[in-house]
């Protein structure tokens, strides 16, 4: 079991700055994230685009966002699991809460800081009738760990950037990449699409087009896909395979957090903006985009002071006779609820006098 002090689902922008602001009251954060990498939406969707409203930044990419948010975190270790997805929440007798994710990994916090976005991204899975029967064992639909592949027969379905990406990065990785896609088109960059024509052409890459998988095969693990042409004669012929990879794209589903009790309100959680962003189950709070209230932005800069306050409730309830006096990080320590003057990390100290 994970132990923490604020358990945060969601490790987009808003759960990532949470661990600092929780960070600077010497709590101990943990990160759940359905995606295999932090960043949200920002690192998910648009790691490219410039964003204009950070404040101080006149211009950020998103991805480089991620990355500098990180950076300003590391000071304060926080945990990561990621690929998983919150699934199950119990509340405990003595008011704690016990979070499990759909791969059974269990986290125990007394504060939990719902920060899941549009909710869950879950991949677009395409309409074979066993495809179910061979998840995690030979069918994935995100790659975590591209050293898994090596030396393995790999065969990635679908036409945009995360296709062809995988496509060229596995083919120095893997025994064997097929790029099979229903178009002669991709939808992806044209330089990524470019050098899959390359690799083709040097036999490292196979790329069968137009065509689509339609049945796969094997005892207990994936052993061979059925590719069909989409030509007139709707050719067939199997495949040998060790992993398919289906990139069809994710689309963001508020998914199983919409069955925790919690007040929902077309399709985002109802907090108490007049406080600190806690919900209606005392303990839970929800932060960024996954929350309602009325006047709200979702916007980077309103999750980010979301966070910051409802760490100082969060501190308040893990200790609830302290009493906390504010002041800047700057000062070069962090005062605590009891008065008494904390350190800040070194790291912190050093970036911020
Ligand atoms: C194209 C585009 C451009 C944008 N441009 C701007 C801009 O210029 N300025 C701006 O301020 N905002 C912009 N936004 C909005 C901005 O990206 C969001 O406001 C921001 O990402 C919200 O951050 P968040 O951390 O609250 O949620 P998200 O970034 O959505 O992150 C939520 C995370 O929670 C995870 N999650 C959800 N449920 C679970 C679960 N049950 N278990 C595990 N993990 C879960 C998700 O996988 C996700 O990674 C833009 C958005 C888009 C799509």
Redesign the pocket.
């Known amino acids: 079991m994970i132990k923490t002090d604020i358990l945060i ?8 700055f949470t661990v600092f602001e929780a960070g600077l009251l010497k709590l101990k954060c943990h990160l ?4 295999p990498q932090p ?4 690192a ?3 790691p490219k ?1 410039p ?4 404040p101080a930044f006149p211009e950020v990419l ?1 991805g480089d966002l991620v990355d500098n948010l990180m950076e300003q975190i590391k000071p304060f270790e926080p945990g990561f699991t990621l690929g ?4 199950t929440i119990e509340k405990l007798d003595d008011g704690t809460f016990v979070v499990t ?1 759909n791969k059974g990994t269990k986290h125990h916090a007394p504060v939990v800081a719902i ?7 879950e991949p677009r899975k395409p309409l074979i009738e066993n495809l179910g029967h061979y998840e995690d064992k030979g069918v994935r639909y995100m790659i975590k760990d591209p050293e898994f592949y090596r030396d393995k027969k790999v065969v990635i379905a679908g036409g945009g950037d995360s296709a062809l990406d995988w496509s060229i990065f596995l083919a120095d990785v893997a025994e064997e990449v097929t790029l099979v896609h229903r178009r002669n088109e991709f939808r992806g960059a044209l330089d990524s699409v470019d050098k899959v024509k390359e690799l083709k052409d040097l036999g490292k890459i196979n790329l069968i087009t137009p065509a689509e998988i339609v049945q796969l095969e094997g005892k207990n693990f994936l052993e061979a896909v059925l590719i069909r042409k989409s030509n007139e004669a709707k050719e067939e012929f199997w495949l040998p395979v060790d992993e398919f990879i289906p990139l069809f794209g994710l689309s ?1 589903k ?4 919409a069955d925790w009790g919690l007040e929902i309100e077309k399709n985002a959680i109802k907090v108490d903006n007049s406080l600190d962003y806690q919900t209606n189950i005392p303990g839970i709070y929800a ?4 929350n309602t209230y009325p006047g709200k932005l ?4 309103c ?1 980010f002071h979301e966070a910051t306050l409802m760490c100082q409730s969060a501190y308040q309830r893990i200790f609830p006779d302290k009493k906390y006096v504010m002041k800047y990080t700057t000062v070069g320590g962090v005062t605590g609820f009891d008065g008494s003057k904390k350190e800040a990390p070194k790291a912190v100290v050093k970036a911020i006098n």
């Open positions: 689902i969601g490790a987009g922008p808003t759960g990532l759940i994230d359905a995606l960043g949200g939406q920002c998910e969707i648009y685009k964003i204009y409203d950070i998103a998983e997805r919150a699934d994710t920060a899941g976005g549009l909710g869950s991204f963001p508020l998914g199983p957090i932060i960024g985009d996954v979702k916007l980077i800069l999750g």
